[in-house]
């Protein structure tokens, strides 16, 4: 609500409430200061119909948009179900630096609860100087974690040329945030056998996240995950914002299983539990985070990788949200239409 007096003669105080950037423009382009005249009706349609524009425009979505019966896609790999009716925690470290590394995290990881193990190979790095993963090394110590401990392995491909070299060795290929909108990636992967995590592009829509799934699955895959790893706002002291009732609205609007990534939300490894708690009692599907036997010494997202006994502390903190979880899911309505 912004409070335009001044603006108005002084004999109309008005109090307007101004809806959408396209309003705020209009009423601050000189002509809309007479209150009386101000065609309020006009603007409530103008957004009633970019709404509707916005919902019709999902509704083209034929793969990824909700079933008419409510039904959900349940994506398996050996044995575990993401969107099913257990929340599904994966956990690892950001990359894999080393065997003794992996193995040590993979064990605790999944002494704590964790069912999916992720760790990456080739790491899409900001700086062309940090380290940029193992690489195929990488990925073989990843499989081999995975396989001692009896946990599904996800990690990503950064191009299409990476795909069929990834799906030897992954369960499950993730797209990274700089990688949503990579049309070649997302059609190799829509032609790959594996499940594919995608995550949120850094400053993409909840429409365009969609958008991204739906060409996955144009292109062939059924199997596809979203992740919400937070989206860049303002501010310094977080390393992205999470949009976390991105994970009702998309359950509102697809069948596809949702999880948040509460490392890369937040940056910071003090947030990470309290995010996730939150994840849970908010209905997602499943966590994907970072956990390292040493953080301090993490080649890579250091500052957000929790310590083993932290991430065990997490676990335990999720138990009393899984009530909330469970009432989340019986709340959910079949489909969401235009007002
Ligand atoms: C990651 O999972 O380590 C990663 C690079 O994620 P994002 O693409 O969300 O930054
Ligand atoms: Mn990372």
Sequence with gaps: ???????????????????????????????????????????????????????????ALKHVRKHANGER??????????????????AG??????????????????????????GGGFKPRTSPYAFQGLGLDGLK??????????????????????????????????VGTRSMENAALLAALGRCPRPVLLKRGMVASVEELLQAAEALMAHGNPNVILCERGIRTLGKLT?????????????????????????HATGRRSLVPALARAAVAIGADGLLVEVHPSPKTALSDAAQSLAIPQFERMMQGLAPYFGLWAEERAAEQPAATAR
């Design 141 to 174: 110590l990843l499989r081999k974690a995975g396989d001692a401990f009896g946990l599904p392995v996800v990690s990503e491909a950064m191009t299409d040329g990476q795909v069929e070299l990834v799906a030897e060795y992954v369960d499950i290929i993730q």
């Design 239 to 263: 390393r992205n914002t999470c949009d976390l009732v991105a994970v009702p609205l998309l359950h509102q609007f697809t069948h596809l299983p949702v999880i948040v990534d509460p490392s």
């Design 1 to 59: 609500m912004i409070l335009l007096q001044g603006l108005a003669p002084s004999s109309h105080p008005v109090s307007v409430c101004l809806k959408t950037n396209l309003c705020l423009a209009y009423a601050f382009s000189g002509a809309c200061l007479d209150f009386e005249n101000f065609e309020f009706d006009a603007i409530d349609s103008l957004e009633a119909d970019a709404e509707r524009a916005a919902y019709d425009s999902l509704a």
């Design 93 to 118: 470290p950001c990359a894999v630096e080393s065997e003794r590394q992996v193995m040590q995290t993979a064990e605790a990881v999944a002494r704590a609860g964790a069912r999916v193990l992720r």
């Design 73 to 90: 896609t349940v994506v398996r790999v050996n044995g575990v179900e993401i969107g099913g009716d257990r929340f599904v925690v994966m």
